[in-house]
Nanobody, 123 residues
Framework: VQLQASGGGLVQAGDSLRLSCAASGRTFSRYVMGWFRQAPGKEREFVAAISRGGIETDYVNSLKGRFTVSRDNAKNTVYLQMNSLNPEDTAIYYC?????????????????WGQGTLVTVSS
């Protein structure tokens, strides 16, 4: 599966942004989807994951309540709604697909990656 992330940009602190990740192919619903981010000089970190049917979600504790992951299998797209953004959220955001029914939090457990979309939050 090929993934294309979009929706990043330059926003101000307190703003909201919704990222999208479009997947190619007809098997999108077979994949657990995840969002990760990588800030300058830091390792890639887990943000959120969503089950194949969209029922189960998982978030890193520090972002729970501000970020929401969702998916539309009819559109082969997964979303990340980000609210109350602050400069610490500045990073390249990546979507990833996992060939499993089990949610995961480490990059090594994901099989396919998008190219990333840059989110910059100014203070």
């Amino acid at each position: 599966v090929q993934l294309q992330a979009s929706g990043g940009g330059l926003v101000q602190a307190g703003d909201s942004l919704r990222l999208s990740c479009a997947a190619s192919g007809r098997t999108f619903s077979r994949y657990v989807m995840g969002w990760f981010r990588q800030a300058p000089g830091k390792e890639r970190e887990f943000v959120a994951a969503i089950s194949r049917g969209g029922i189960e979600t998982d978030y890193v504790n520090s972002l729970k309540g501000r970020f929401t992951v969702s998916r539309d299998n009819a559109k082969n797209t997964v979303y990340l709604q980000m609210n109350s953004l602050n400069p610490e959220d500045t990073a390249i955001y990546y979507c990833a697909a996992r060939s499993s029914s089990i949610l995961a939090r480490t990059p090594e457990e994901y099989d396919y990656w998008g190219q990333g979309t840059l989110v910059t939050v100014s203070s």
